[in-house]
């Protein structure tokens, strides 16, 4: 599977249940953007958290997001 974006990573746990291989690509963390509000900016948390530990592999395309990932798993 390849998942584009991490805004729908809770739902990936239903590809671990399957036994599934995933591959996120992360692709930023919106969640400490100024422009969204609390709601939002929790959405955003929960699904970085989980994607990382959800995906099987993450893709970084810019140097801060593997930087970022690197503290997450």
Known sequence: ???LGYNT???CALYRLKGLKNVINMDGV???RQKWGGVAKAWFWLND?????LGN???ADH???KKHL???V
């Open 1 to 3: 599977m390849l998942t």
């Open 9 to 11: 990573a809770v739902f």
């Open 30 to 32: 919106e969640w400490r």
């Open 49 to 53: 958290w989980a994607g990382c530990w």
């Open 57 to 59: 592999h993450l893709v």
């Open 63 to 65: 140097p801060e997001i």
């Open 70 to 72: 690197a503290t997450r």
